[in-house]
Every structure is written in structure tokens, then in C-alpha cells.
């Protein structure tokens, strides 16, 4: 069966992590330690060659943190021994032995530097690898792009079937024609809805919760970890991982005391983005809670800015407030192939939106309503432009 490419490397990605990385004890040290030693290798750039005593110190530098973290298997790969490239050109056996045997001299040398720079780049490649797939838990980025017709969905129902207390039933990871089949079209129809064996009444049902992923299953044991859900062989905490995906109840069970049009449609895409991103996912959500209600304004707005201003942190991979990322913004953006036009322009909106911020919501209380709705287009076009690159 073919599979695309980026399907390739999600199981790729995921593959590394299970088997060299899943079992570490000290993540947060592995992670820092990674990023020391990776932004020397940045740093330095290209090395003079197999001479070059300051590359040697941090590709050793590199070799100790993997052997203080990881398995002896990855070192062995961070180290992996490359063949000589052959020598180029011949030269003729009457030529002076002395001048042969300098040539030869000159050609060895500029051997070893080749065969130094690739080990380099290679060692490089090992630990910017290694970092990001602990970082993400093995969860390639590339899963929330994934076409939504293979999604999964998750079913939460609050019933008092045969009981005076309200119970609680779910049923996880269930394909489209099972969630059709199962729960959908028996639901519109108002019948009975089989759930642990019990065939629940429509008339019993108190409450609904549908939630969606784009988690394969044996990807969910990898989500579970990052976000510290309990899942192992003799329990796995299958409520928590239905409420840590996408709610969609509004889309497959309409709630006419939701609030309707411009929030209940927006949102969604935004939080599904932010799957990865669960620092900036959390002041997002809150915002959207706090605009549904019309209350705390001023709180959703900088719910708003803080959920950008985490994102970035994460991309740039650094600890800057918003107004202190223009520069490294830009130059990330430039060095993902964004026209120079659009590079300012939005920088500038990023510039306007953080000063806003600052006017009229950390130092004095003006926000509107009105206003935050234009915010959380704003919020919501960043965040789309970002995740996309």
C-alpha cells in the first residue's frame, strides 16, 4: 500500500521516538541539554575541517549529552563512520616522488576535511532530530494536517437509563461509519443507542459530548504521555483522552442554548491547530470561553495576546514577550521564503496588535466587545499563517 509522504514521516517520526527516546527519565534536563549543544553546532556553522579543535569539542560535547540521556544504540548512530570519498584525478607514474607523495598528502587531507564536514553535518542532523521528536513526544507536526475525512470520533453521553443519578458512557476512536452506524444517524432518529451493552432510551439521555482526533491508534499512547494522561497496560484514562480532543458536539449534536454564529463556527479550527501547541492552546480556550459569556473582556483580550505570544515562544524557541519578537519574527519568516511585502506587513500587524495590547488592555481597561471581535480575527490569522509554515 502506498502512503503519501508525509504520512512517511509521521511514522518515522514516531517510530525514533518509541524506540529511542520514549523511556527517558530526565526530559526536561534532555531537552535543554539538546539545545545547548545544538545551537553551538548552529553557532559554529561550517568547520574548517578534521583539524578544527573547537568542532571536535562539540561534536564530543554532543556525543556526552546523548550518552548521558539516551541509549548506547543512538550514540552509536550520532557516531556513525562515514567512508572516504575517493580521490579525485590520477597522476603519472613518472612524476617526481617527492611531488607524488605532496599530492597525495594534499588529496588525503582534503579527504579527511570532506569525510569531517559530512560526519559533522550527519552529528548535526542526530540531534536536531532527536530534539525535536522528544519535544513533541514523536507526534510529527504534519498530524494535524491531515485530511479530515480520516478522522476519529469520540462519544461522551450523561443518561439515567434504570438509575436515579445521572451515568455516565463513552465510546472512543470510533471511524466515520461507526460513528454513523453507532451513535449519528440512531441519535437524529431518536432511538436506542447501544453503550456498554445497555440500549439506552433517547429520552434518557441528559447530556452530550462529541470530541474528533486525527490520532491513529497507536498514536494515542504518545498524545496520552505528552499530556500526562494516565494510559499503560492496566488503565488507561479513556475519559481524559476524550475530553483532551476536539469538541464538535455543536457540529454533530446542535445545542440551541449555545451561543450560535460568529464564535461557534470560528473557533474550532484554531484549537484543533493548537493540539500541538498546548501552552498556547490553554489562553486560547479561555478566551473563547470568556467571549461565549460576554464577560471579562479585557481578560480575553489578553488571553488573546498571551496564547500568540506562547506560540512564538515555541516556534522561535525562546522565552521573548510579544513586542520582543519583531526581530527574530522576521528573520524567521525570511528564512521561510515569506516575500519581503508581506514580511512587513506582518510584523507591522504584529507590532499594532502587541501596542494595542499595551494601551488598552495591560495598562488601562478600554477594550470593547466590539473591539474583540476584530482581536480574535487578528489572533486567529496570525496563528494560521505561523503553524502553516
Not at 470560528?266 to 478566551?287: C, M
Request: hydrophobic letters at 35%.
Amino acid at each position: 500500500m502506498n502512503i503519501s509522504l508525509s504520512e512517511k514521516k509521521i511514522n518515522e517520526f514516531k517510530s525514533f521516538y518509541k524506540f529511542f527516546l520514549q523511556s527517558i527519565q530526565q526530559r526536561d534536563v534532555a531537552l535543554n541539554d539538546l539545545k545547548v549543544v545544538l545551537q553551538e553546532f548552529k553557532d559554529k556553522g561550517k568547520p574548517f575541517g578534521f583539524l578544527d579543535q573547537d568542532a571536535m569539542r562539540i561534536q564530543r560535547k554532543g556525543e556526552i549529552v546523548l550518552e548521558r540521556h539516551f541509549s548506547k544504540t543512538l550514540v552509536e548512530l550520532y557516531n556513525k563512520e562515514f567512508d572516504q570519498v575517493g580521490r579525485q584525478g590520477s597522476y603519472k607514474q613518472e612524476a617526481p616522488l617527492i611531488l607524488s607523495i605532496l599530492v597525495s598528502i594534499a588529496e588525503s587531507m582534503n579527504d579527511k576535511d570532506m569525510q569531517f564536514t559530512t560526519a559533522w553535518n550527519h552529528k548535526k542532523y542526530i540531534l536536531d532530530y532527536t530534539l525535536s521528536c522528544l519535544y513533541h513526544y514523536g507526534l510529527h507536526p504534519d498530524i494535524w494536517k491531515r485530511d479530515e475525512s480520516n478522522v476519529f470520533f469520540n462519544v461522551l453521553i450523561n443518561h439515567t437509563y434504570n438509575s436515579k443519578i445521572v451515568r455516565e458512557v463513552h465510546k472512543m476512536h470510533l471511524n466515520k461509519t461507526q460513528f454513523e452506524a453507532d451513535f449519528e444517524s440512531l441519535y437524529k432518529k431518536k432511538r436506542r443507542i447501544k453503550f456498554s451493552g445497555e440500549l439506552i432510551p433517547f429520552s434518557s439521555i441528559r447530556k452530550v459530548l462529541i470530541t474528533t482526533t486525527l490520532l491513529r491508534e497507536d498514536e494515542i499512547p504518545l498524545w496520552a504521555q505528552k499530556r500526562g494522561i494516565e494510559w499503560n497496560k492496566d488503565y488507561k484514562s479513556e475519559k481524559e483522552f476524550i475530553l483532551s480532543c476536539k469538541d464538535e458536539t455543536d457540529k454533530y449534536h446542535p445545542n440551541p442554548d449555545a451561543y450560535s454564529s460568529y464564535e461557534a463556527s470560528k473557533n474550532s479550527e484554531v484549537i484543533t491547530l493548537l493540539n500541538n501547541y498546548p501552552q498556547a492552546q490553554a489562553p486560547y480556550l479561555s478566551a473563547c470561553e470568556k467571549f461565549k459569556k460576554k464577560e471579562y473582556i479585557r481578560n480575553c483580550i489578553d488571553d488573546l495576546r498571551l496564547s500568540l505570544e506562547m506560540l512564538l515562544r515555541d516556534i522561535l524557541q525562546n522565552g521573548r514577550s510579544l513586542e520582543n519578537q519583531l526581530g527574530s519574527l522576521g528573520n524567521y519568516l525570511k528564512n521561510e521564503g515569506i516575500s519581503k511585502e508581506v514580511n512587513n506587513s506582518f510584523i507591522h500587524l504584529i507590532d499594532l496588535y502587541s501596542k494595542y495590547n499595551n494601551n488598552n488592555v495591560k495598562h488601562n481597561n478600554n477594550a470593547t466587545y466590539r473591539e474583540a471581535k476584530l482581536i480574535f480575527d487578528l489572533t486567529d490569522a496570525f496563528i494560521k499563517h505561523l503553524i502553516s509554515l
